[in-house]
C-alpha cells in the first residue's frame, strides 16, 4: 500500500506544480484556435515574461537575455518576442541588444534579430556607441555579433554608416565592414 502511495503521489505533484504554473500565466500551452497556426508552426511550450541565461560548456555565462515571450518548437528551434540581451564577456559584458523579434533556427546555437535592431555599449576604451541594424546574428560559438545589412552608428558627436559589422563580444573589436561612411567632427 505504501509503495502504491508512493508511485501514485509523484506524477500527482507533478501534475499538481505544472496547474500551479500553467495559473499563475507563466508558463502556458498555446491553442491551435488561438493562434491560427497550422500544426507544424505550433510551439510545443510557450514561455511569456522568460529570463534566459545560456551557460557554456566551462561553466560561465554567455549571454542573458529577458524576452516578453518565448515559443519552443518541436525541431528545437525558438521564436522570442520583445527581447534585450547582454551578458556577453565578464558579467553583464559591454553590448546590450534589443529587438522586438529573435529567432533561433533548428539545431543551431545562433539567434537571429530582426528589425529594428538596436546595440548599445562602451567598447573598450572608448565612448559609449549606439548602432542600429534591420538584422542582427549573435553567435556563441564563435563570440561575435554580425551583420550584412546596413548599419548606422553613433559615438558621441561621430556618425558613420555601412553595410556590414562584425564584433567580438569583449568589446575589444568593432569592425564596420563595407561601404563606409563616417561624420567626424574634431573636439573643439
Same mark, same amino acid.
Given at each position: 500500500?505504501?509503495?502504491?502511495?508512493?508511485?501514485?503521489?509523484?506524477?500527482?505533484?507533478?501534475? #499538481?506544480?505544472?496547474?500551479?504554473?500553467?495559473?499563475?500565466?507563466?508558463?502556458?500551452?498555446?491553442?491551435?484556435? #488561438?493562434?491560427?497556426?497550422?500544426? @507544424?508552426?505550433?510551439? &510545443? /511550450?510557450? !514561455?511569456?515574461?522568460?529570463?534566459?541565461?545560456?551557460?557554456?560548456?566551462?561553466?560561465?555565462?554567455?549571454? %542573458?537575455?529577458?524576452?516578453? &515571450?518565448?515559443?519552443?518548437?518541436?525541431?528545437?528551434?525558438?521564436?522570442? @518576442?520583445?527581447?534585450?540581451?547582454?551578458?556577453?564577456?565578464?558579467?553583464?559584458?559591454?553590448?546590450?541588444?534589443?529587438?522586438?523579434?529573435?529567432?533561433?533556427?533548428? %539545431?543551431?546555437?545562433?539567434?537571429?534579430?530582426?528589425?529594428?535592431? !538596436?546595440?548599445?555599449?562602451?567598447?573598450?576604451?572608448?565612448?559609449?556607441?549606439?548602432?542600429?541594424?534591420?538584422?542582427?546574428?549573435?553567435?556563441?560559438?564563435?563570440?561575435?555579433? /554580425?551583420?550584412?545589412?546596413?548599419?548606422?552608428?553613433?559615438?558621441?558627436?561621430?556618425?558613420?554608416? #555601412?553595410?556590414?559589422?562584425?564584433?567580438?563580444?569583449?568589446?575589444?573589436?568593432?569592425?564596420?565592414? %563595407?561601404? !563606409?561612411? !563616417?561624420?567626424?567632427?574634431?573636439?573643439?
Amino acid at each position: 500500500m505504501r509503495k502504491t502511495a508512493v508511485i501514485l503521489g509523484i506524477p500527482l505533484m507533478l501534475l #499538481a506544480a505544472l496547474v500551479v504554473l500553467m495559473t499563475l500565466g507563466r508558463f502556458e500551452r498555446p491553442s491551435a484556435a #488561438a493562434s491560427g497556426d497550422s500544426a @507544424q508552426d505550433k510551439p &510545443r /511550450y510557450t !514561455v511569456t515574461g522568460a529570463q534566459w541565461t545560456r551557460i557554456g560548456s566551462d561553466g560561465k555565462t554567455e549571454f %542573458h537575455v529577458d524576452a516578453e &515571450r518565448i515559443d519552443y518548437y518541436d525541431d528545437q528551434s525558438a521564436r522570442l @518576442q520583445n527581447l534585450a540581451m547582454d551578458g556577453f564577456a565578464d558579467n553583464r559584458g559591454p553590448w546590450r541588444l534589443t529587438s522586438p523579434r529573435g529567432e533561433m533556427p533548428a %539545431h543551431d546555437p545562433r539567434i537571429l534579430l530582426t528589425k529594428p535592431v !538596436v546595440i548599445t555599449g562602451a567598447p573598450k576604451p572608448g565612448v559609449p556607441v549606439r548602432m542600429t541594424t534591420d538584422q542582427l546574428w549573435v553567435d556563441s560559438g564563435k563570440r561575435q555579433l /554580425y551583420t550584412d545589412a546596413p548599419v548606422q552608428l553613433v559615438r558621441g558627436p561621430q556618425q558613420a554608416s #555601412a553595410n556590414g559589422l562584425n564584433a567580438d563580444w569583449a568589446g575589444q573589436r568593432l569592425q564596420l565592414l %563595407h561601404d !563606409v561612411k !563616417v561624420t567626424y567632427v574634431p573636439n573643439g
